[in-house]
Nanobody, 126 residues
């Protein structure tokens, strides 16, 4: 049974930080690119950041470059999204996704994935 479980969301003040883990099971993690996506109310889902299966390539949306960092721990089958200097416009439900042998371009720009998590809410507000 494939599972992607996001956690770490919550309410944070502007300028604050959060780290979102995505814990996975049920598939061969090493063969999958992993991505973080978000969807705000009334907006389309967007690719935030993606990381290749062997950690040699990453993608960041322009809106989060320099503030967010994606990383993966293959031993723990977990991907992390470190979010710093958060802004109100970062408020959204954040989802992680896995794509078998996908490029970061295919995942984050074209939105392709094989598996999706249920999401975690991030709210940035004072």
């Amino acid at each position: 049974q494939v599972q992607l479980v996001e956690s770490g969301g919550g309410l944070v003040q502007p300028g604050g930080s959060l780290r979102l883990p995505c814990a996975t099971s049920g598939f061969t993690f090493d063969y999958y690119a992993i991505g973080w996506f978000r969807q705000a109310p009334g907006k389309e889902r967007e690719g935030v950041s993606c990381i290749s299966r062997n950690d040699d390539s990453t993608y960041y949306a322009d809106s989060v470059k320099g503030r967010f960092t994606i990383s993966r721990d293959n031993a723990k089958k977990t991907v992390y999204l470190q979010m710093n200097r958060l802004k109100p416009e970062d408020t959204a439900v954040y989802y992680c996704a896995a794509g078998f042998l996908f490029s970061v371009q295919a995942m984050c720009v074209e939105g392709e994935s094989d598996y999706w998590g249920q999401g975690t809410q991030v709210t940035v507000s004072s």
